[in-house]
């Protein structure tokens, strides 16, 4: 419903979405501006003002997903952003993770003193590459396991002043890796769990490059 350029879709927003927007760009984008700002190393100040909300997307759910459509072409993904704001009204974020010594699974993020409704920060590909992999991206899947129907709000988060450098480092990387990601879970059971894991590292590695 916000596109890259700033324009809406409708026209005018609701008002409650209003309020969200402008929440964000006031109370949460200052904390996430001091949180990068530490954890790469930069002077205090440096990112002051230069977060921004560059597009914001509603899914809708009605019905349950079927999870055997986490498993095709598309499902798996690390977001073009630096970082992604998410906002649940049921739990459906699933990534891979792995335990030690395991392969890793499709779990589902579970919050258990969340209250009805969730809210997730991730690390979007381009942070990862902006900080060498020391912050890695989390390649997830949004779906609607519940019998309840599922609205979600995605809010990617951008540095403008870094978009272009952003961009030609790592554009085209999120359709590598959906294939890459498909593939994997193919070859995956004939491996065995280190060599699925190692295989796996891999993939969310090539957002470094």
């Known amino acids: 419903f916000v596109r890259e350029d700033g324009s809406t879709d409708p026209h005018e927003l609701p008002f409650e979405l209003d309020i969200l927007l402008d929440s964000i760009r006031r109370h949460v984008l200052p904390i996430l ?4 700002e530490y954890g790469l190393g930069s002077p205090p100040g440096a990112f002051k003002d230069k977060l921004a909300m560059t597009t914001a997307i509603a899914h809708y759910y009605p019905d349950t997903t079927q999870q055997d459509t986490l498993l095709t072409h598309a499902a798996f993904h690390s977001d073009d952003s630096f970082l992604t ?3 649940e009204s049921q739990r459906g974020i699933h990534g891979l993770q792995a335990l030690p010594g395991e392969a890793p699974l499709i779990r589902q993020f579970n919050y258990s003193e969340a209250a009805s409704s969730v809210f997730n920060l991730f690390v979007g590909g381009y942070l990862q590459s902006l900080s060498r992999g020391r912050w890695p991206s989390l390649i ?8 309840e129907d599922r609205l979600s709000i995605t809010i990617f988060i951008g540095i403008p002043p870094l978009h ?3 961009r030609s480092q790592h554009e085209g990387t999120r359709g590598e890796q959906e294939t890459s990601v498909f593939n994997w879970f193919k070859e995956a059971r004939h491996l065995d769990p280190w060599s699925a894991s190692s295989s796996f590292s891999q993939i969310q590695e090539r957002s470094e490059e």
């Not at 501006?33 to 990068?36: A, L, N, S």
């Open 33 to 36: 501006e001091d949180v990068v």
């Open 85 to 87: 704001l998410n906002f």
């Open 140 to 147: 997830h899947s949004g779906s609607n396991p519940s019998s």
């Open 164 to 166: 272009e450098a952003a």
